[in-house]
C-alpha cells in the first residue's frame, strides 16, 4: 500500500477531475488532505493538490477555465482573452503550441477537460478509473494510494532490464491500475467521467537547413531560460559541458545575478573544470564554484539513507548526497531554480540511426557519414550494413528484443543503425522475471508502433522520454531543497526547434554538436564553442562500487526483489562482491538497484496521513 506524499515542503502534485457528480467521492477523499482547490466553472471540484505559489495560472471566461501549471511566463490576463475563444478542448493546440516554458496544460471546456503534459514526457500525466470515473494526476503514487493499489511485480520486472525497457514499456507506471500518456497526446476526459487519449503532437519533419534552423534553436532556447530568470535576483545553473554552457551563458545576458557550479571529476581525463574557467572568464560577471572531485559523494555512497519517495524507481536513488551536494549550495547562496544542460545530450547529439533514413533519400551523404562514424566506433562493416539495409518494421524489432533477453550483450563496437539496442536482463534474473517480461515484451509487440517514422527521431524522442523521467525524480529531490530544478532543452519549443534540421546538418561524425555551436554564436564565448569532449562517468562508478561495496552487499540480505521471485539474490551477491565483468555494463547494476531502493522507501514511508 502506497501513501500520500507529504503536504510541506517538498514536490508539489494535483489531481484533475471530470466535471461530473460521479468524482464527489474522490475529491472527498482528497478534501481530507486539505488540499488547494480550483473549481470547474460549474462549481465542482476540479483541481486538487499542493502546488507553490507562482506555478499555477488560471484564466476563466464563461463556461471555459483554462490553468497552466509548472514553469511558464503566462498570467491570468493572458489566459482570460484564451478561454474567451475555446470552443471545444481541441481548440486548445493552438495556445500548447505557443507556450515556452515546461509545464502541464488543463482546461475545463463546457463539461469536458483537457490534460496534457510535455512531449518528453519531463511533466507526466497519469490516469486511473476510479469505480466509474477517470482521474488524472502528475504523480503515480498519488492514484495509487487513491486506488490503495499494490506494485506491479510484472512492470517492474522490467525495470530491471538494461540499458532500459524499450517502447512502450518505458514509461509504463509501476502500480496495478495505474496508465500514463505516451508522448505527444492528452487526456480527454468527457462529461460522464470517461478518459480517452488524443493525439496532439507528432515529430518535425527534419527538413530545415541549418542556418534556418539553429536561428530557431537560438531564438527557443533564449525563450526558455528567459522564462526562468526573469524577474529574478538570483539563478544557479550546471557549468560542465556544451550544453550547460549555452544555458548559462544565456543566463548571464539577463538581470539576474547567475551563480555557476562545476564538478570536478575523479577521472584525469576530466576536462569540465578547465573549460568552466575560459567561459567565466569571458562571460564576465558570473560568479563561480568549483566542486573538487574527492568532496563529492560517491555513486552508491548512502544508499541505506534513502529516505525519498518517488513514484517509479529512479536512478538518482543511486547517489542522492550526490545529486543534491549542488542544489543545497545553490540554494544557500540564494537561489530558488538551478538551471541544467539535461536533455541536450539526446537532442544534439542526435542518432546516427537517421542513416537508414538518409541512405534512402541522400545516398552519397549516408555512405560518407557511415564510414565515418564506422571508423570512430569501430563499427564491423558488415553488421552496419546490414543494418542499414534491414527494413524490419518496430515491431518485428521489438518481437525479437523480447527473444533475447537472457542472450550474451551485443558488443559496444555494435552499430547503431537499427530501433534501438536490444535491452537485456542481468544474470541474477530469476526465471520467473525472464518469463514475465517477455510476456510483456511480446504483448506490446502486436500493437506497438514508434514513436515517430525515422528510426532516428524515434531513437531520440525515446531517450528523450527515458532521461527526462529520471530529471523529473531529480527535480523531485531538489524541491526538498528550496530549488526548483529547470532542464529547458525538454520544452516543448526547444525539443521542436531541434528535430526540425535536417539529420545530415545536425548529426555527423567530424563535428561536434553543430546545431548548439550555430545557434550560440555570439552569445557563448568562441573558445568554449571549440569544445569536442565530455566526461562521461564511468570512471565514478567503477571507483564507487570498488568503495562502496559493502552498501551493495547490504541491499543484498533480505532482498525485496528476492522477495518477489525477481531476482536471485545469491547470484547478485556474488556479482556485486567483486569487479564486473566485461560483459555486464553498470547500467545493469543500475537498474537492480534503483528497484530494490525504491521498494525499500514503500516500506519506510508513513502510514500516518499527512495534513
Given at each position: 500500500?502506497?501513501?500520500?506524499?507529504?503536504?510541506?515542503?517538498?514536490?508539489?502534485?494535483?489531481?484533475?477531475?471530470?466535471?461530473?457528480?460521479?468524482?464527489?467521492?474522490?475529491?472527498?477523499?482528497?478534501?481530507?488532505?486539505?488540499?488547494?482547490?480550483?473549481?470547474?466553472?460549474?462549481?465542482?471540484?476540479?483541481?486538487?493538490?499542493?502546488?507553490?505559489?507562482?506555478?499555477?495560472?488560471?484564466?476563466?471566461?464563461?463556461?471555459?477555465?483554462?490553468?497552466?501549471?509548472?514553469?511558464?511566463?503566462?498570467?491570468?490576463?493572458?489566459?482570460?482573452?484564451?478561454?474567451?475563444?475555446?470552443?471545444?478542448?481541441?481548440?486548445?493546440?493552438?495556445?500548447?503550441?505557443?507556450?515556452?516554458?515546461?509545464?502541464?496544460?488543463?482546461?475545463?471546456?463546457?463539461?469536458?477537460?483537457?490534460?496534457?503534459?510535455?512531449?518528453?514526457?519531463?511533466?507526466?500525466?497519469?490516469?486511473?478509473?476510479?469505480?466509474?470515473?477517470?482521474?488524472?494526476?502528475?504523480?503515480?503514487?498519488?492514484?495509487?494510494?487513491?486506488?490503495?493499489?499494490?506494485?506491479?511485480?510484472?512492470?517492474?520486472?522490467?525495470?530491471?532490464?538494461?540499458?532500459?525497457?524499450?517502447?512502450?514499456?518505458?514509461?509504463?507506471?509501476?502500480?496495478?491500475?495505474?496508465?500514463?500518456?505516451?508522448?505527444?497526446?492528452?487526456?480527454?476526459?468527457?462529461?460522464?467521467?470517461?478518459?480517452?487519449?488524443?493525439?496532439?503532437?507528432?515529430?518535425?519533419?527534419?527538413?530545415?537547413?541549418?542556418?534556418?534552423?539553429?536561428?530557431?534553436?537560438?531564438?527557443?532556447?533564449?525563450?526558455?531560460?528567459?522564462?526562468?530568470?526573469?524577474?529574478?535576483?538570483?539563478?544557479?545553473?550546471?557549468?560542465?559541458?556544451?550544453?550547460?554552457?549555452?544555458?548559462?551563458?544565456?543566463?548571464?545576458r539577463g538581470t539576474a545575478k547567475v551563480i555557476a557550479y562545476t564538478a570536478d571529476g575523479l577521472d584525469p581525463l576530466c576536462d569540465d573544470v578547465t573549460w568552466a574557467r575560459r567561459t567565466?572568464?569571458?562571460?564576465?560577471?558570473?560568479?563561480?564554484?568549483?566542486?573538487?572531485?574527492?568532496?563529492?559523494?560517491?555513486?552508491?555512497?548512502?544508499?541505506?539513507?534513502?529516505?525519498?519517495?518517488?513514484?517509479?524507481?529512479?536512478?538518482?536513488?543511486?547517489?542522492?548526497?550526490?545529486?543534491?551536494?549542488?542544489?543545497?549550495?545553490?540554494?544557500?547562496?540564494?537561489?530558488?531554480?538551478?538551471?541544467?544542460?539535461?536533455?541536450?545530450?539526446?537532442?544534439?547529439?542526435?542518432?546516427?540511426?537517421?542513416?537508414?533514413?538518409?541512405?534512402?533519400?541522400?545516398?552519397?551523404?549516408?555512405?560518407?557519414?557511415?564510414?565515418?562514424?564506422?571508423?570512430?566506433?569501430?563499427?564491423?562493416?558488415?553488421?552496419?550494413?546490414?543494418?542499414?539495409?534491414?527494413?524490419?518494421?518496430?515491431?518485428?524489432?521489438?518481437?525479437?528484443?523480447?527473444?533475447?533477453?537472457?542472450?550474451?550483450?551485443?558488443?559496444?563496437?555494435?552499430?547503431?543503425?537499427?530501433?534501438?539496442?536490444?535491452?537485456?536482463?542481468?544474470?541474477?534474473?530469476?526465471?520467473?522475471?525472464?518469463?514475465?517480461?517477455?510476456?510483456?515484451?511480446?504483448?506490446?509487440?502486436?500493437?506497438?508502433?514508434?514513436?515517430?517514422?525515422?528510426?532516428?527521431?524515434?531513437?531520440?524522442?525515446?531517450?528523450?522520454?527515458?532521461?527526462?523521467?529520471?530529471?523529473?525524480?531529480?527535480?523531485?529531490?531538489?524541491?526538498?531543497?528550496?530549488?526548483?530544478?529547470?532542464?529547458?532543452?525538454?520544452?516543448?519549443?526547444?525539443?521542436?526547434?531541434?528535430?526540425?534540421?535536417?539529420?545530415?546538418?545536425?548529426?555527423?561524425?567530424?563535428?561536434?554538436?553543430?546545431?548548439?555551436?550555430?545557434?550560440?554564436?555570439?552569445?557563448?564565448?568562441?573558445?568554449?564553442?571549440?569544445?569536442?569532449?565530455?566526461?562521461?562517468?564511468?570512471?565514478?562508478?567503477?571507483?564507487?562500487?570498488?568503495?562502496?561495496?559493502?552498501?551493495?552487499?547490504?541491499?543484498?540480505?533480505?532482498?525485496?526483489?528476492?522477495?518477489?521471485?525477481?531476482?536471485?539474490?545469491?547470484?547478485?551477491?556474488?556479482?556485486?562482491?567483486?569487479?564486473?565483468?566485461?560483459?555486464?555494463?553498470?547500467?545493469?547494476?543500475?537498474?537492480?538497484?534503483?528497484?530494490?531502493?525504491?521498494?525499500?522507501?514503500?516500506?519506510?514511508?508513513?502510514?500516518?496521513?499527512?495534513?
Amino acid at each position: 500500500m502506497v501513501d500520500f506524499p507529504g503536504s510541506g515542503e517538498g514536490p508539489g502534485w494535483f489531481v484533475v477531475l471530470p466535471d461530473c457528480a460521479s468524482a464527489a467521492r474522490v475529491s472527498a477523499a482528497l478534501r481530507t488532505r486539505k488540499v488547494q482547490e480550483v473549481s470547474h466553472p460549474s462549481g465542482r471540484p476540479w483541481l486538487l493538490g499542493h502546488w507553490s505559489p507562482g506555478a499555477m495560472a488560471v484564466g476563466e471566461a464563461g463556461r471555459t477555465k483554462i490553468a497552466v501549471v509548472g514553469e511558464h511566463a503566462v498570467t491570468a490576463d493572458r489566459l482570460t482573452p484564451a478561454a474567451d475563444r475555446i470552443r471545444t478542448i481541441s481548440d486548445l493546440d493552438g495556445l500548447a503550441r505557443g507556450l515556452a516554458g515546461s509545464w502541464h496544460l488543463v482546461a475545463s471546456v463546457a463539461g469536458r477537460v483537457r490534460v496534457q503534459g510535455s512531449v518528453t514526457g519531463f511533466r507526466r500525466v497519469f490516469h486511473a478509473r476510479l469505480e466509474d470515473t477517470t482521474v488524472a494526476a502528475d504523480r503515480a503514487d498519488v492514484l495509487a494510494a487513491l486506488l490503495d493499489a499494490e506494485v506491479d511485480e510484472q512492470r517492474l520486472a522490467a525495470r530491471l532490464l538494461n540499458p532500459c525497457a524499450p517502447h512502450p514499456l518505458a514509461g509504463e507506471p509501476v502500480w496495478r491500475g495505474v496508465g500514463a500518456l505516451g508522448i505527444g497526446r492528452y487526456l480527454a476526459l468527457d462529461a460522464d467521467g470517461r478518459g480517452r487519449p488524443v493525439a496532439w503532437w507528432a515529430p518535425p519533419e527534419p527538413v530545415v537547413p541549418m542556418a534556418e534552423g539553429a536561428s530557431a534553436l537560438r531564438k527557443a532556447l533564449s525563450a526558455a531560460v528567459e522564462v526562468r530568470v526573469r524577474g529574478r535576483d538570483v539563478v544557479s545553473c550546471d557549468l560542465g559541458g556544451l550544453d550547460s554552457t549555452s544555458v548559462c551563458a544565456l543566463a548571464a545576458r539577463g538581470t539576474a545575478k547567475v551563480i555557476a557550479y562545476t564538478a570536478d571529476g575523479l577521472d584525469p581525463l576530466c576536462d569540465d573544470v578547465t573549460w568552466a574557467r575560459r567561459t567565466v572568464a569571458r562571460l564576465g560577471d558570473v560568479g563561480h564554484h568549483v566542486i573538487a572531485g574527492d568532496q563529492l559523494p560517491m555513486v552508491y555512497e548512502g544508499l541505506r539513507d534513502v529516505d525519498e519517495r518517488f513514484d517509479e524507481p529512479c536512478p538518482a536513488m543511486m547517489h542522492p548526497s550526490r545529486c543534491l551536494l549542488i542544489p543545497r549550495l545553490a540554494a544557500a547562496q540564494g537561489s530558488r531554480i538551478h538551471l541544467t544542460g539535461f536533455g541536450g545530450d539526446e537532442l544534439l547529439s542526435g542518432s546516427p540511426a537517421h542513416l537508414h533514413t538518409l541512405a534512402r533519400t541522400h545516398p552519397r551523404i549516408a555512405w560518407q557519414r557511415l564510414r565515418g562514424f564506422a571508423a570512430q566506433g569501430p563499427w564491423p562493416y558488415r553488421e552496419a550494413l546490414r543494418q542499414l539495409w534491414d527494413n524490419s518494421s518496430y515491431r518485428t524489432w521489438l518481437g525479437r528484443a523480447g527473444d533475447l533477453l537472457t542472450a550474451v550483450p551485443p558488443p559496444l563496437e555494435t552499430p547503431a543503425l537499427d530501433w534501438g539496442t536490444p535491452p537485456r536482463l542481468p544474470p541474477w534474473a530469476t526465471p520467473d522475471a525472464v518469463a514475465a517480461v517477455r510476456e510483456l515484451i511480446r504483448t506490446a509487440a502486436r500493437t506497438a508502433e514508434p514513436l515517430a517514422e525515422r528510426r532516428g527521431q524515434h531513437i531520440e524522442l525515446e531517450a528523450m522520454g527515458n532521461n527526462s523521467r529520471m530529471v523529473r525524480q531529480v527535480g523531485q529531490m531538489a524541491s526538498r531543497a528550496g530549488l526548483t530544478l529547470a532542464a529547458p532543452y525538454y520544452d516543448d519549443r526547444v525539443v521542436e526547434a531541434g528535430l526540425a534540421v535536417r539529420p545530415q546538418d545536425r548529426i555527423t561524425p567530424w563535428q561536434y554538436k553543430p546545431l548548439i555551436v550555430e545557434a550560440m554564436r555570439g552569445i557563448v564565448p568562441d573558445e568554449s564553442l571549440t569544445r569536442h569532449t565530455k566526461d562521461e562517468g564511468s570512471y565514478e562508478a567503477e571507483v564507487g562500487m570498488r568503495e562502496q561495496r559493502a552498501e551493495l552487499l547490504a541491499l543484498c540480505e533480505d532482498s525485496r526483489l528476492a522477495r518477489l521471485g525477481l531476482i536471485d539474490a545469491k547470484v547478485l551477491r556474488e556479482t556485486c562482491g567483486r569487479p564486473l565483468p566485461p560483459s555486464l555494463p553498470f547500467d545493469a547494476l543500475y537498474q537492480t538497484v534503483v528497484c530494490e531502493m525504491w521498494l525499500r522507501t514503500l516500506e519506510t514511508a508513513t502510514t500516518a496521513v499527512p495534513g
